[in-house]
Structures are given as structure tokens and as C-alpha cells.
């Protein structure tokens, strides 16, 4: 049997257009003569639908759009992704199962998380039903093929040989081998061929790496499909070897999910261009070369905002970056602005000495004079921050902090750096300078000052970030890290704590860690409890 | 048998604060010598906890909390909330039925909202048994008691003749009648009394506002505490009659309700003094008002702003109002600052005509001007936008939007009117003068501009933001409501869904409505669907 994995990336609430594409690729299927096409998990409403999923209007839409899907299923047997609404008006995750313009059977899926990013169980009833169809193929939806004692282990009793699983899993670092061991369990398990198809695409702070697998029943991976790309892709069952494809390197890997990431928000929100401060630091310079990657060169605009501070050093770095991604550049200066703003604080601020305020304000200035470019021309502000500062609450609210989308605020200093040698080789050259990567990271807003002042160096204040932020490790157990992260531990903590008020007026931003920051991560504000 | 009511005001994440808190409040309920003392659901932690539950010293230390507070049970029984577990790590939001001395039994919330604010099927395992305790006397958890056939019904057939709940019920308008309808009901079908004791306290974007009530088997309203008071309140069963204290009138309910959500944020966050930017318009009198009501004159400092476009009867306002509400007043023109930028803007921006973007320079000026203030002096903003703006996007991101707290986000313009009425009542004077209620509204960042150039009379905008954004009305159905609304709708629409992106870096604020912006309402911001 030809199997054809319909890895596509479509758009939330986008019903015509999801339609037309799901539509086109039941064409491509039946050109290819795959007697089997799979589409994603909801893949006609897009994934996660959230609130939209309210709307009567919204279901009534998508169950319009899979009855004109069924009709086109001639000669090719289709899983399609859908919302299911039954006559209590109670909404299933659901898959059609349709062949030569028929309905064969609806799959309601049963394991609905409710964890991390995921908010299933405030939409949908789960399934009670596993479901196998003829000659021999059981259907899950996403989570069910995580649940050992799930729906595709009733399938396979049912005398299930091929377990179709349709997904919208999204991607963090590694997910990819996660899913390849699991599935490759699962088969064993069951003793069965696992066809897994996967949404690919980005959607705010998600992005979905697509990586189809068909997966033999001794737990061999024999086919795997690339990441991050929209296409058709076949496969044959049986199969055997392994697949040519390997896995992309993992600093490439999360490359490139900032690139689809980027494209995706930008262009599905109507954007042509975004707009960037180019600092001369690595965060900004990063961020223009995924952006540049994304959107093209001509898709990108880098703005320098020199202040006193800013040294010979960087001003020349972020023109550098610039130039060596071939994007537009501007040079702005914000001094006569932070003049006129001094003097019209001067009498409020009389006897004060300088502190962290007029720091706070030249990033502010920034910030308001990448707005007025973002406005005047339309141009979506990428903001530059990374996990490190913005889990220290090390950046300014409405100052750097600025933007429509965050590309880098799931990315830790250290991964920022390795990264940046990633994007240098998807170049093919060095886009981003040496200078660059070996100047002490600084935020320029008084003299002679280094991100060190203030923050213990980066390898030793990430590894703290992700062990509680990322995986909610004790702090007992934090401590126990060694000498240099045990010094610092307490206050690393007190500041994370402290700073959820930034986070929360943060833009969105790509998700590539187990926890990122926004849907993941649910913290009150308010909040006084202190583990240290 | 006397009844207790600790009707308090915990702070999430505050082990130790709650637990002395708690611990007074049981001493006080023997003092005046009650049978037994209900607490709210989750007291020991506060609610809601959100991801702090993840953290396995936040749940431990919470339960040596609780231990201790059974030891101090001496003579009452006491029925108080918090987070068990059990042997599998598995979590309960649960009951701790206590009384000298001992722990006689532990309830389970058998049904976990998941839907509007709510996340408890994300953290909890859902209790499966109903528990009464001698003499007749049955526990159950918020949300438990709005199922018909939930444990009440079950303790009820098992003879309870007193049905304790203990809650934490968000507040919204109108919700102290609908939660006296239902209980009344529900004592009817049970045949017993009802116990209703309610947090009370602001969290974020959750105001709590008590209202403890003693219902009778008849389902008469037989006691009724106060809301937004934190104290302990005794009421006897059995007891007849009809209450001595009445309702709260609507607006002024609202109001209550904004300066108790006011004063939790910016107390518990431990902030002193708050700054205002007073535009002279209603929305930031209105937010001065209550905030002067929350905090004293002294936590009140109110800045006016002004451009070349501020009116002389606005600028006269602004200062009216400070000097009503007697609070600290500061006047900072801005024109030169707008200057500057646009002296600095020039090249960019050369041959392009002025629109939007000088509108929303002038509005990034004034906010980055409150938050240099802030940063200065530790004075936490306070936004003053309402909800007829939000809704449409008729603000400024990083301008009018800046603050670490939204007061009336949720108050449509309309509502604004009424509750500032509601203000002048309160004070017993004209906080607010009659000009701000009668001008045109104006954003003043234009010449001769009003809000209704951009958007449709404010009666119209807010019947379609309470069908489409509070209640999911479909865009036929709200069309139906008759010509003024018909002929904007769809304008008003677009303007709502293209507006997420802003609501998504807005400051949190009180909801007041069944539905705000914020964790109630999770919209995609990459969202093609158009209902119209």
C-alpha cells in the first residue's frame, strides 16, 4: 500500500484556504496513486483553534468544508483532521475517514491533554471508540499514540497491522528522537506499521516541525520526512531500511524552526517586512539573520539607535550585519530625544541621582522610534530578547521589549550563540561577524557597562534557568549543581520570580524548549511564595 | 449550631501569611463560640495558584501548613482548603475537615471548571466521593455545587441536613444574584441548608468579593455577609427571616469592585503609590477615583500630559480632578519631547504625510514619561483604557496601554459613566465634575478630534462588544438587533479580531464582566477566520 503524508502547513481559522490546500493535495495523492493520504489533526480549522472554537458559526464552517472534502476523495482513501459537534452540540477532535466521496467513519480522539501549551479538555468531550477500518488500519489522533494503554493498543487487538496517527505536535529541541522512540515502542507494542503525520507551520508561539514517520513493526524508523517543509511525501508498506533522510543537527534544527516560525507569523498576520534594532550584540544580529532567512533580504530593515554609550565597536557590528545580510539600514540617534526628555523630567527628578530610569529610558526611546517606523510603514517590530534576560527581567518593558513577535525569547544566551554559528553556516558565511560573537555582552546604556554587572555569566545562570524554569527543579536540588551555581541561586530565583509582571506584557515568540514563556507557563503575578 | 464564616483575604503563594491568618481567624471563631468554621476553597495557598502547583515545595509546604492548622482546632470544627496528594503525586483541590485537634476527614472536588478562567483539570485529579461528616453535615468545592447531580445531591440521600461549600468564586456583575438563585435551588432539591463561604481579595485579574450566605431548606437567603469585606461572620441554624443587609446597587457593586481588585494588586505586589496619567477625560478620573479609594489621597499621584492639542477645558479637568480628589499633581508638557522625535524621525519619515504615527508618538511619550516616573520613584502605573477601546484597538500599544495594572479594562464606556456616577456617590461629592461626564470623548492627539471620528456611538460599540466578545453571539444575531448596530457591524468586528495582538501585551485588569480579556478569553492572534 502507498501511503501519502499531506505534511501541510495551514493557517488557523483560515477555512477557504485550508480547504483549497487540503484539496490540492487529495489531487496530489490520487496523481501519485497513494491508496492512503493523511492530513494533521484539525487540519481543516488549523491548530490550536483556541476560543474560536466558541463560535457556532467557526464549527458549522469546518463541518461545511470536510462534507465538500469527502466529495473529493474519489479513488483515494483520506484521514482529515476536523472538529466533530454531535447533537448535545458537544465538540470531538475528530478524524474523517473518507473514500470515493463517502463518509466511511468518524474517529473522536480520546486522550485530550491539558498540559503545557495545551488547553483541550476547555473545547472538547473526549472519545470513548477506537476505530479500525478495512483491510486493517486503526486511527488515533496525536496524544492517544502517547497513552500506553490508549486507543492504538485496543486497535491493534482489534487486529489492526497499519495504526494511522495524525498529529499537530509541536516542536521543541529533540522532540523529534522523542517521537522516533516512542513511536518505535509503540509498534513494537502493538505489532504494527505506525503512520505518523504531523502538522508543519508555525502559529504564534508554536511552531510545528511536520517530520512525518513511518514506522515498521520492529521499531525501525524506515521513512522520516523532513522537518520544517510543506510537501506530499511517500512511503510503501511494507518497507525496510533505513530512511536517507537524517535528522537535522540540533543548533540547525532550532535555526530553522526560528525561520519557519518568523515567516509563518509574519506572513499569515499580512506582513511584507519586519524592522529590527540592530544593537551590534548577538541577540539583534541573530534575529536579522533568521528574519533574512525567513522574509529575504528585502523583507528585512536593520535600525541602528546609537546613544553616548554605544562604543565604535558595535555601531560598526550592527552596520556590519547589515551589510553582510544585504538588508536596509538606517542609522537613528537618540540623543537630542534623551536630551529632550531629561529636561522635561528635570523638575520631577530634581536632587534624584541617575539610576536605572534613565537607562530604562533611552530603551524606551528605542523602542518608541522602532513603533513609529513599525507605523509609519508598516513594517512589524521583531523584538530581540533572549530567555536568559527575559527570565531575569534583564530587558525593558515598552524599551526593548518592544514588537509584534519575540523570535529569539525561548532561546538562552548560550544557545544564542550556538545558534548564531548556525545561522552562519545556513548562509554559507558570516553573516553574523566574529566581533560579534566575542565582544562581552553589554546593553550599552551607561559607561563601561557589561550584562555581567548584573547577571552571573551565562553558562552558569542558564543552566539555572532551565532547570527551574524549564523543569521545576527544587532549589535544594538546583544547589546541588556546584559551587558556582549554588552562590548565585538565590538571587537568580528571586529575580525570575519577581519579573512575571514583564513577561506577561511580552510579545509572543517561538516556543523551541520544553517550557517557554506565554501558554506554557501559567504564573500568577501576584504571587508571594518564595522557595528560597 | 453557630456558624462561622471566615470570609478572608489570603494572598497566593504566602504559605506562611495564610496559614497566621487562618490560624487567627480559627481562634476568633472560638472565641465567639461557634460550632463550625468554614474557609475558603484553596485558603492555605490562595487561589488561584495556577503553575505554582507544579512546584513540589509549594505543595508540600502547603501541607505542613494545613497540619499545623489542625493542631489548632481546639474546640471547633473547622472546614479549610488546600492542595492534597497522594501517594502517586497525584493533586486534589480539597477539604480538610478538622476539629480538636485532628484531621477527621479530607474532601475532593469531584468537578474541576475548566472553562473561562479556569485551568483545574490542567493541575487536579477529580475527587470521586462525597463525604458527611456528623452531626449531618456535607462538604463540597465551588463548582461542585453548580452540578445537578453532583456529591451535594449524593449527601443530601446520605442524610446531610447542612451542606457546607467552601469557594473561590470569581466576581462579575451580577453573580452575588445568579450564585443566590442557584443555591436557593439547590437547598430545595436537598432538603437541607446550605453553607456558602467565598474567598474574598483581588488576584491579578480576579476579584473575589465573598458574600458568604446561609441558605435554608426552603431556600430563603437567610444570612448574606457583605462583599468585598474581609471578617469573620456568624449566623445560627437553624435561623429564619430575611437578611438585614441588601444587595449592593449595580454600579456601585462595580465600583466596590475595581477599588478592592486596586488595592489587592498594588498592595500584595507591594507597591505604596500608584501614578496616573489624568487626561481630563472620564476613564482616568474614573481610575483616580478608585484608585484614591483604595489607596488613600496619598497613594495617588495624578500627571497631566499635555500637547498642543489638550483643550484648556481638559487640562482644567485633569487638575479638577486631583484637586477634588486631593492627590498629588504633576504637569508635564510633552511638545518638547515631540519635537525631538520628530526632529530625529525626520530623514525616515521625509515625503511621507503625518497620520497614526504622530498620533501614537505623542501617546508613546506620555507613556514612557509615566514609567520614568515610576522607575524614579516606585510608583506603579495604572492604564486607564476601558474596554470599548480594547475591544476595537482604539489605544495605543506602549502609549495609553503602559501600566502594571489595568483598573477598568474591563468596563465598557458606557459603564464608565455609570460607575463613575457611582464614584461621585461614594466619595458624597463631585470627585469627577459634571464637564468630564458631558464633553464629547477625545483623544485629544489630533485637532478636533473625537472618539466617534474612529469609532461608532459608544451605546452602539457596546451592545456589539457584550454580544460578540462576552457572549460569542453570532454576527446574524446580533445584526438583528436593529439598524444603528447592523450598519457597523462588520466594521466593529474587524476592528475586535485584528486587535488581539494588542490585548496580548495589554497590563492584567479586573474582570468585572462573564467574560474579559485576558486568561477568560484565549484567542489566536494568527487568526484568519471572518464570521463576517
Redesign the interface.
Known sequence: MKIAFAQINV?????P?NAAKIASFLAKARRAKAGLVLFPELAVTGY?????L?????IE?NLKVLKRLVLLTRGVTAVIGFVDRDPQGRLYNAAAVAANGRLLAVYHKVHLP??GVF?E??YFTPGAKPLVFPPAIGVSICEDIWAEEGPCRQEAWAGAKVLVNISASPYHAGKLRERERLLARRARACQAWICYNNLVG???ELVFDGGCLLVSPKGQVVFRAPQFTEDLFLASIPSSGKPRRRPLPADGEIFRALVLGTR??VQ??GFRRVVIGLSGGIDSALTAAVAAAALGRKGVVGVSLPSRFSSAGTRADARAVAKALRIRF?E???E??V???S???R???EG?KA???EE??QA??R???L???S??FGWLVLATGNKSELSTGYCT??GDM?G?FAVIKDVTKTQVYRVSRAANRHFGRRVIPESVFTRAPTAELKPRQTDQDTLPPYPVLDTIVKDYVEA?R??ASIRSRGKAVASVLDRVIRMVDRNE?KR?????GIKITPRAFG?D???????????I
Open positions: 493557517t488557523v481559522g483560515d477555512l484556504g490550536p483553534p483556541e476560543d474560536l466558541f463560535k457556532p458559526s467557526f464552517g491539558n498540559y488547553d479538555k476547555r508555525g502559529q504564534d509563518d507569523y499569515k498576520n538606517l537613528i540617534p537618540v537630542p530625544v536630551a529632550a526628555f529636561q522635561a523630567l523638575g520631577s527628578f534624584r539610576d536605572a530610569t530604562n529610558l524606551r526611546i523602542g518608541t522610534l513603533m513609529a517606523l507605523n509609519k518593558l515598552y518592544v509584534g521545576d527544587p532549589a509582571y506577561r506584557q511580552a510579545p509572543v501558554r507557563r501559567r504564573m500568577p503575578i501576584t504571587n508571594r511564595f518564595q522557595e
